[in-house]
């Protein structure tokens, strides 16, 4: 009995935690914003982008953008899949791999050491603003009585999704909107977004947070019918999620997207790190902008990487050098991106 007030004590203060973490805005601490410590005019042989594993869209836009990478520049570029950010910030942290797609609000808390990060990265850098809006909701089989929200109480929910931990962030953000309290679901433990997946899909569990428009969606919807709850466009939703940087929007069709459907949307960042040169984040950029109507042909995701989105002012983690220099050239790096700068970093 002891163990169990003793865990049931620990999960309480993780939730209290994370509460008051989220409740906060997500640029209240200056960040490190210290010059790239690669100096090298030389391209590298090789160079890694970590995602998600296969079928997710992460994972999609980044084998998408190692074949152009590699197509268009000596550097040989692949795709490293893990089970999200968590795993592989320390690699990146360490010069281990050079790039890794990941969202804004994972972004700031890997670089400061918050939320879900143990240790600060210093010296994460975002390449290109990537994605937006890159849209995550909650998918249920077809056939299911949970026609909104408030129906998955007492239903069994995807939880926690180990190395991809934002995920639950992004779920329980949700579910906040929505008036429905985590102790009211049944939370059953995957280690990431394509185990809740296909646990919906084989009907082990009853729900799970995914992205509508990527591969194991159409793979869960081949075997069982799904589709995707709307969340309320409200004033009072919008204000929660824009503790995230994210917002209500409109899903694009998609499967599973039935009718009119509310979406959480936010920027799917590429990031890299201080210790990849000027001369190499610049020069995969500037083939990456120069080749996007190849990029578009990849992946649906890819047309929502336009050139527009690729210098936000929004960003609460810095630019790498590399990328502001090819931005001021082409003419999307302004004012107002450097009074952003100033204002985030120490």
């Not at 620990?10 to 939730?15: E, K, N, S």
């Not at 790039?99 to 210093?122: C, V």
């Not at 329980?172 to 008036?179: F, N, P």
């Not at 790190?273 to 992946?299: D, F, G, I, M």
Request: glycine letters at 10%.
């Amino acid at each position: 009995m002891k163990a169990k007030q003793c865990r049931m004590g620990r999960l309480v203060l993780m939730w209290v935690g994370l509460f008051l973490y989220l409740a906060a805005p997500v640029t209240a601490a200056k960040l490190d914003c210290d010059p790239v410590t690669n100096t090298s005019q030389d391209l590298p042989r090789t160079a890694a982008i970590g995602t998600p594993p296969a079928g997710t869209g992460s994972h999609s836009l980044g084998s998408g953008l190692a074949v152009v990478g590699s197509k268009a520049t000596p550097i040989s570029v692949r795709v490293q899949p893990y089970s999200g950010p968590n795993a592989w910030i320390p690699l990146l942290h360490n010069g281990e791999i050079e790039f890794g797609i990941m969202n804004i609000l994972d972004a700031y808390m890997a670089q400061t050491g918050t939320g879900n990060y143990e240790k600060p990265s210093p010296g994460l850098r975002v390449v290109s603003g990537g994605v937006f809006p890159f849209t995550v909701a909650i998918l249920v089989r077809d056939k299911s009585d949970i026609k909104q929200f408030k129906d998955l109480k007492g239903k069994r929910m995807a939880w926690d999704y180990g190395g991809h931990a934002i995920t639950q962030i992004w779920q329980t953000a949700m579910l906040e909107i929505t008036g429905v309290q985590p102790t009211e679901i049944i939370q059953v433990r995957v280690s990431n977004i394509p185990d809740g997946v296909r646990a919906v899909a084989e009907g082990r569990i009853d729900a799970a947070q995914t992205g509508p428009g990527i591969g194991i969606v159409e793979e869960a919807n081949a075997k069982e019918p799904i589709r995707f709850l709307s969340l309320p466009n409200t004033d009072a939703a919008n204000a929660i999620l824009a503790r995230y940087g994210a917002l209500v929007v409109k899903s694009t069709p998609a499967t599973g997207i039935k009718g009119d459907t509310y979406v959480v949307g936010y920027p799917l960042h590429l990031v890299t790190s201080t210790k990849v040169s000027e001369r190499t984040v610049y020069s995969l950029v500037k083939v990456w902008w120069e080749n996007l109507a190849e990029l578009q042909t990849k992946h649906p995701l890819f047309k929502r990487w336009t050139k527009e989105t690729q210098a936000i002012t929004n960003f609460t983690v810095p630019y790498h050098p590399g990328a502001i220099k090819f931005y001021k050239e082409v003419g999307i790096w302004t004012a107002a991106h450097e009074g952003r700068l100033k204002e985030i970093c120490q």
